[in-house]
């Protein structure tokens, strides 16, 4: 069924999941806002968009497909304004990134929260009716640490008290929510869960910890509550789905967020999350070097994300060769993978490169799989 003799994901030449999208869905997500088109009329394009995007993942060779998030505004918002109890609000800042500030949008608690009837549940429905006997369909959320990360931003946090008094009742919540999802999602024939989080990226930026002051909570004390409430929302899952985890520092419109290497959070994140494989950011010095991976236990695997989403220059070919056999140090080389270091869209806005840039770094990521694997 898959490619280059492995099984299921994660897959030697991979992907995080989110593409760039095509001037037609743009156009008809911009007159839907405005009033123009019916929520209906958007979703027969984004149907049409996505169809389209399978095909081409299909055609150039993946193992894995995913819509794209094309149903999306944001990688890890519209999950959280589905579930029950979280609502969309405009704030006055938005994230900020090296060179750029984001739209002002958040995610708030407005009552108990719960994942009965997520919307994604639907979206997964139809990617997978566009699975074959070559393919297997793939859901990306974000991890439940990024949804509390979000609950406790700045002002937020201000209503989320008004609910949740105590970190326990709100992290025991935000577990049950995400399991209802995740055996939603299972009913409806997902077997690939990825959990996309940048709160280990954060973690490892001195400037982030300079910048929120003297807190109550030491580094290793905030990694070890935010990799409990990760293993508490994956625990007791059917055996045969897999469940890996994204990390990165930020990803918009070909910029980012955040600096420095693993090692800070390597024994909880690598050490002690209960994922199955990592999908992790190495497509440049930002991300410090591979020793942090001698945390990695068990037998979990790890793609490895050297070829960068941001720019559309592609990467000479044996230096990339040249890392995976540096990183197979760590790690042995039958558990490593490759995939760009992000996704394409990680917001609607998309990196600064186009949809045929876009698909030779995949295609160079399917390349250097065949040469170093097959």
Not at 236 to 249: A, F, G
Not at 254 to 261: I, R, V
Not at 318 to 332: C, F, W
């Given at each position: ?124 429905k139809f990617i997978k009716s566009l699975e074959d006997e ?241």
């Amino acid at each position: 069924m898959s490619q280059l003799n492995i099984k299921k994901a994660p897959f030697r030449a991979d992907v995080v999941g989110s593409y760039l999208r095509p001037d037609c869905l743009k156009e008809a997500r911009k007159n839907y806002s405005n009033g123009i088109i019916t929520g209906e009329e958007l979703k027969a394009v984004e149907d049409k968009a996505i169809i389209d995007l399978v095909a081409k993942q299909k055609e150039v060779g993946l193992s894995v497909i995913t819509d794209g998030e094309f149903r999306r505004s944001w990688w890890h918002l519209d999950f959280m304004w589905g579930l029950n109890g979280v609502d969309k609000i405009e704030v006055e800042q938005g994230y900020v990134f090296k060179d750029e500030v984001t739209r002002g949008e958040s995610a708030v608690v407005t009552g108990k929260i719960s994942g009965e009837n997520h919307p994604f549940v639907e979206h997964f429905k139809f990617i997978k009716s566009l699975e074959d006997e070559s393919v297997i369909a793939r859901q990306t959320i974000p991890a439940p640490a990024q949804l509390l990360a979000e609950l406790q931003r700045g002002e937020n946090l201000i209503e989320t008290r008004k609910f949740y008094k105590e970190d326990g009742e709100l992290f025991k919540d935000i577990a049950s929510a995400y399991q209802r999802v995740i055996l939603d999602l299972y009913e409806a024939g997902c077997r690939n869960i990825q959990l996309d989080d940048c709160t280990w990226g954060m973690f490892c930026d001195k400037e982030f910890w300079n910048g929120i002051g003297e807190g109550n909570l030491t580094l290793e004390e905030i990694a070890k509550s935010y990799v409990d409430l990760n293993n508490a929302a994956i625990e007791n899952l059917p055996e045969d789905l897999v469940i890996t985890t994204h990390v990165c520092r930020g990803n918009y419109h070909s910029t980012w967020a955040s600096s420095g290497g693993y090692a800070p959070i390597a024994p909880f994140l690598f050490g002690e999350e209960n994922v199955q494989a990592y999908y992790l950011e190495f497509d440049d010095e930002r991300s410090g070097n591979f020793e942090p991976l001698k945390y990695v236990n068990g037998d979990k695997r790890v793609v490895l994300g050297l070829i960068t989403s941001k720019t559309p220059q592609l990467e000479d070919k044996e230096t990339i060769i040249n890392r995976i056999k540096e990183a197979s140090q760590y790690v042995p080389l039958d558990r490593l993978c490759l995939s760009p270091q992000c996704g394409f869209a990680s917001t609607e806005e998309g990196n600064i490169l186009t949809e045929d840039e876009q698909w030779k770094k995949i295609g160079l990521v399917i390349e250097i799989a065949k040469e170093v694997w097959a």
